[in-house]
């Protein structure tokens, strides 16, 4: 296991090579693991791992009774992480998420009373109710991993990550998330109801007492694999295909807002990812394709005169995947 010294420098690519193959074991364990509980939801449960090794924050959308707090708890009971969930509200104050300093007669001094954001996994329920200031308080948070309280900066624990739910179908006492607050989740995940067979195994599973579920990481191992998923190999002809991507859609007729630089980034963290949890210590273009829609959903505006037509972003991204060819070969304009 590397420490913190190590983690400064570049990854060997044999220790990557080892890695690969126990990857896609412990991910199908964490499945196994998670199925105990909540059944039929191992797809939502990958963009989970991808998010988390690719070091990034999760946007959960589904409507009520889907099991979203139930999988985000077990999730990161799994993760072997700290755990806290926080309720938004429409009364919720900034401080309430980062803490604040308060008077202690006994010492006769202001000491620092941390919200619960001081944590290392967040469960933000339902994140749209509380007003665009307090959902502020998050940005510094997910994008530096830091909180400033007072003046005063402080690191919060690592690994780091949000989930955040909100529920796509209400709209009455719900604020819009600002697209500054939405381009730090790296994924956006739907989580839908389950199938038949998934929901009559649900009942069956909670007929009886529900079996224990096993921690498979601790924290340094997931700060060890994170730091090792930078160096997962990928030719630059695909650097270029995610450029390609991006440009595709600052272009497209039906977008006002297409991919930005950092999407582009995302796309290349979140394919990554995906490949290191498949065994494989190189990517490729179909990991970067199946990653796509949920990095860029969420960052992509709509024309309204698309939306009258009945366009959705995802559909404008199957048509920038279809449009979009992948090179063999990077051309030679742009070869080094």
Not at 227 to 248: F, K, P, T
Request: glycine residues 6%; contains cysteine; proline residues 6%.
């Amino acid at each position: 296991m590397a420490g913190d010294s190590e983690r400064n420098s570049v990854p060997s690519a044999e220790s990557l090579r080892e890695l690969a193959p126990r990857m896609r074991d412990l991910r199908d364990r964490v499945f196994a693991e998670i199925g105990k509980v909540v059944v039929g939801m191992s797809e939502v449960t990958h963009q989970f791992l991808i998010a988390l090794l690719a070091g990034g924050h999760v946007l959960l959308e589904g409507v009520p009774g889907v099991a979203k707090t139930t999988l985000s708890k077990t999730f990161a009971y799994v993760l072997g992480t700290q755990y806290q969930r926080l309720q938004f509200t429409p009364d919720l104050l900034p401080s309430d998420v980062t803490g604040t300093y308060v008077f202690d007669r006994k010492q006769n001094e202001f000491v620092l009373r941390k919200g619960p954001i001081f944590c290392q996994v967040l469960l933000a329920d339902e994140v749209n109710r509380a007003p665009a200031k307090t959902q502020s308080a998050l940005l510094e948070a997910m994008q530096e991993n830091q909180v400033t309280i007072e003046g005063t900066t402080l690191p919060l624990p690592q690994p780091f990550m949000v989930l955040a739910t909100q529920n796509p179908i209400e709209h009455e006492g719900v604020y819009r998330l600002p697209e500054a607050q939405l381009d730090r989740f790296l994924l956006r995940v739907t989580m839908g109801y389950p199938g038949r067979y998934d929901e009559l195994a649900m009942l069956r599973l909670h007929s009886q007492p529900v079996a224990e579920v096993k921690q498979l990481f601790t924290a340094e191992q997931i700060l060890d694999i994170q730091w090792q998923v930078a160096s997962v190999h990928g030719e630059d002809v695909l650097l270029e295909y995610i450029i390609d991507l991006a440009e595709a859609s600052r272009t497209h007729p039906d977008l006002v807002l297409g991919a930005s630089p950092r999407a582009a980034l995302c796309l290349l963290r979140c394919a990554r990812a995906r490949a290191l949890l498949d065994g494989r210590h190189y990517f490729t273009h179909e990991d970067v394709q199946a990653v796509a829609p949920n990095v860029l959903a969420h960052r992509l505006i709509v024309r309204p005169e698309a939306e009258v037509e009945g366009k959705q972003a995802l559909d404008i991204i199957r048509e920038l995947l279809d449009a979009v060819p992948v090179l063999e070969t990077a051309p030679r304009k742009l070869r080094r």
